[in-house]
């Protein structure tokens, strides 16, 4: 099995392949504060010379598993009703 380096700095691209998702969702996690920018020892953001944010893959992973447990609870939620009922 192949260890992982936890603390890589990743992009968002790299990390939406490593989540399974696409890049636009980590972008989203980022903006709804599910998925936090890695920072420094001084508490600084890192980000590319571009101004492009790096985030952890620690922090990849659980922002996956936490939005993935919330769709499995919106999912468990919904209750199935019959074609009959949906008619206005």
């Not at 936890?6 to 696409?22: C, F, I, N, P, Q």
């Not at 600084?44 to 499995?72: Q, S």
Request: net charge positive.
């Amino acid at each position: 099995m192949p260890e992982f380096d936890m603390d890589a700095l990743l992009t968002a691209s790299v990390a939406a392949k490593y989540a399974g998702v696409t890049t636009a969702a980590v972008c989203n996690w980022a903006a709804r504060g599910i998925l936090p920018v890695a920072t420094d020892e001084h508490g600084k953001e890192i980000r590319d010379g571009r101004g492009r944010p790096r985030y952890r893959l620690l922090d990849v992973a659980k922002a996956e598993r936490r939005t993935h447990e919330r769709a499995r609870q919106m999912a468990e939620r919904i209750t199935r009703r019959a074609p009959s009922d949906l008619a206005a």
